[in-house]
């Protein structure tokens, strides 16, 4: 046999004698369906890793000795993950690579990595985390019902913008402190953000978003970046304490802005968002936090879902 090189082997041109094994990529589908059913997190951390030591023509993946330093590699310089991220990656990627040798058995073709390739400058084993597949618990009930009553009462039109953002939008922190007016189109009534890693995108407003961000571009007159405080752009930190001091004054405790966004996504499941849809309302570039929830269905309508399954606050 004479195998083309994943891209993973022949970026680095290396040579064909080093490859450990090659096994055809249909064989590690099914099996990886058949093992990790039960744990879709833990498959789509895998599947990256797959992916990578794949060929073009998507007939075999090969693995070799460098294969998980190459996509240490890879995950940091192309992808450009946070090192926590790269962490849960590499993990996954060399304990399937030790589990298919001790399924030898049931493989057909078992890979054996001979090197110990350690993940910390110590050289200590790193364990195994448990992954999580379920979403973070957002605001209970009644906690939610404290904002809802206290959100339209509220005169300080940036932190009513901002709450919109977090809870409607299901936005970052990070991405609204980021926030520019240019990146708001009333017309389209759509919202820009850049989100992690530096991708952009572009979305529907929630009609809530829209109506606050009118509100307080329409009062102040504001340019450049939407939340500003003493006439500069305001920084993450300041915004976290609008927040903390919101929710303390309703005596709610144990939560941060990312509780929002938590809460939206997860009321957004419960009123039976398709995983597409969820995708596009969460802006997750992974489905794998989502697919502990619903099937991978195509989107359909997840603006109007959107509207609907998140109750405007102007009527409660």
């Keep these: 046999m004479n195998p083309r090189q994943s891209p993973a082997l022949s970026t680095r041109q290396v040579n064909q004698k080093k490859i450990i094994q090659g096994i055809l990529l249909q064989d590690i589908l099914t099996d990886i369906q058949a093992t990790y059913k039960d744990n879709q997190d833990y498959q789509y951390t895998l599947m990256s890793f797959i992916k990578f030591v794949c060929d073009d023509r998507e007939f075999y993946c090969y693995f070799g000795l460098s294969t998980i330093q190459d996509y240490k590699t890879w995950l940091t310089t192309v992808k450009k993950y946070k090192p926590a991220t790269i ?41 195994i985390p448990k992954v999580n597949t379920q979403l973070k618990q957002g605001f209970k009930n009644y906690e939610l019902k404290k904002i809802k009553q206290a959100y339209p009462t509220l005169t300080d039109l940036r932190l009513k913008a901002l709450l919109s953002l977090l809870y409607f939008g299901a936005y970052r922190i990070g991405e ?15 919202i820009s953000v850049v989100g992690k890693g530096n991708i952009a995108n572009t979305k529907a ?112």
């Design 176 to 190: 609204c402190q980021s926030l520019m007016w240019s990146d708001i189109d009333f017309n389209k009534k759509t």
């Design 205 to 316: 407003m929630h009609s809530e978003i829209e109506k606050a961000l009118g509100e307080l571009q329409g009062q102040l007159k504001l340019k450049g970046a939407i939340f500003k405080t003493a006439g500069k752009q305001a920084n993450t930190k300041t915004l976290r304490r609008w927040i903390q001091r919101f929710l303390a004054d309703l005596d709610i405790k144990g939560h941060n802005p990312h509780s929002f966004r938590h809460t939206s996504i997860m009321e957004c499941v419960r009123a039976g968002f398709t995983l597409e849809q969820l995708k596009y309302h969460s802006r997750h570039q992974g489905l794998a936090g989502l697919q502990a929830y619903i099937s991978s269905v195509q989107a359909e309508n997840s603006h109007e879902l959107i509207e609907q399954a998140l109750t405007s606050v102007s009527k409660e």
């Design 87 to 127: 962490k849960k990656y590499l993990i996954v990627a060399k304990d399937y690579c030790q589990a298919m040798y001790k399924r030898k058995d049931e493989v057909n073709q078992p890979v054996k990595i001979t090197e110990d390739i350690t993940l910390n400058s110590r050289g200590k084993p790193i364990k």
